[in-house]
């Protein structure tokens, strides 16, 4: 199966992947703005977490925390993406999201462990479950048609 990139500009472009009899199949990419999503998600699912863990709003943190939250979930959502765009097929794409969102809680309690040792923790600590098992995904991917 030979398959090529096409990059139009910014975040656009196609995946042409050739399939068994001569077909093309044309998958369109994934924009990284998606990617912005995962991050509001992300903050909350922060805020979601720590009401339901003490019964009130967090009103001790500051602008910063959740700006880093967001950071961390965008950095998250861009691995997601660079997984996806890397699928030819739906099914693929699938699989991929489906062993991102089954690792975002764990990856949502890295953030939090995270935090305990300072703002950098925050930003890489949920990376490691997102991109391993989003990486687990695309292998799995591989046998799915």
């Known amino acids: 199966m030979i398959i090529r990139r096409i990059h139009f500009g910014f975040g656009e472009g196609a995946c042409q992947a050739g399939g068994a009899g001569g077909e093309k199949q044309v998958m369109k990419r994934v924009s990284i703005y998606w990617s912005m999503l995962v991050g509001l998600l992300t903050v909350a699912a922060q805020i979601l977490t720590f009401s339901v863990r003490f019964g009130r ?3 001790d943190s500051t602008f910063i925390d959740y700006l880093l939250f967001f950071l961390a979930g965008t950095l998250g959502g861009l691995i997601l993406i660079y997984f996806l765009n890397r699928q030819t097929s739906i099914a693929k ?3 991929v999201l489906i062993a991102f969102l ?3 809680p764990a990856a949502v309690l890295f953030m939090l462990a995270g935090g305990l040792l300072g703002w950098i923790s925050v930003l890489i600590f ?3 479950p997102w991109a ?3 990486w687990i995904g695309s292998l799995v991917g591989r046998w799915v048609k």
């Open 102 to 104: 089954l690792v975002s």
């Open 57 to 59: 709003w967090n009103t």
């Open 126 to 128: 949920p990376q490691i």
């Open 93 to 95: 794409r699938w699989t």
């Open 132 to 134: 391993l098992f989003t």
